[in-house]
């Protein structure tokens, strides 16, 4: 059974940072791209980055993109998103996704999520 | 920040068919694949729909996918009251060489 359990939400102060970890199971990590999608309070959906199974393509958000990171430890069966500079409008609860491809595709969809891990960006 | 645009809401009564819209552009609906994710209240996203008009096993047949051109559609028929969920569709953008999600759909069985 494939299993996403995400981890590392919080409260946290605007400006501070926050790790978020996605432990997967049941299914060959490496073999797959990643996602990281987040909802807003009583919002939509929003992709937020996404890694291919050996790291070499990465991609982010322009709503994110040069504050997160994206990687992926494919020895420890974990994927991982480093937030920096932390802002009010990244309060939301964050999905860990699986792909059905190796690769960052066109054609990708998201066929596992995990219950997801809430952070709250606040003073 | 969504590229595409949805309704807000759509409702029907039990055994109605409803239909929710997707308007995208040529970087990505109109270019690229569709796919449906329902949101139940309180879980996370599950796909639905995949590749336009395909259905993951165990998704009831009276779901359905449609595209053309830079829209795409999703049809529910023989709506029943464990259909109330939140609706997205997503597909990938060209020009933001990443992923993109609806606005998202309410449906409401009345």
């Known amino acids: 059974e494939v299993q996403l359990v995400e981890s590392g939400g919080g409260l946290v102060q605007p400006g501070r940072s926050l790790r978020l970890s996605c432990a997967a199971s049941g299914f060959t990590f490496d073999d797959y791209a990643m996602h990281w999608v987040r909802q807003g309070p009583g919002k939509g959906l929003e992709w937020v980055s996404s890694?291919?199974?050996?790291?070499?393509?990465?991609g982010y958000s322009d709503s994110v993109k040069g504050r997160f990171t994206i990687s992926r430890d494919n020895a420890k069966n974990s994927l991982y998103l480093q937030m920096n500079s932390l802002r009010a409008e990244d309060t939301a609860l964050y999905y860990c996704a699986k792909d059905v491809y190796a690769a960052r595709h066109a054609a990708g969809r998201l066929n596992y999520w995990g219950q997801g891990t809430l952070v709250t960006v606040s003073s | 920040q969504s590229v595409l645009t949805q309704p807000p809401s759509a409702s029907g009564t039990p055994g109605q068919r409803v239909t929710i819209s997707c308007s995208g552009s040529s970087s990505n609906i109109g270019g690229n694949t569709v796919n449906w994710y329902q949101q139940l209240p309180g879980t996370a996203p599950k796909l639905l729909i995949y590749t336009n008009n395909q259905r993951p096993s165990g998704v009831p047949d009276r779901f359905s996918g449609s595209k053309s051109g830079t829209s795409a559609s999703l049809a529910i028929s023989g709506l029943q009251s464990e259909d109330e969920a939140d609706y997205y569709c997503?597909?990938?953008?060209?020009?933001?060489?990443?992923?993109?999600f609806g606005t998202g759909t309410k449906v409401t069985v009345l």
């Open positions: 997503a597909a990938w953008d060209d020009s933001l060489n990443g992923y993109v």
């Open positions: 890694i291919s199974w050996n790291s070499g393509s990465i």
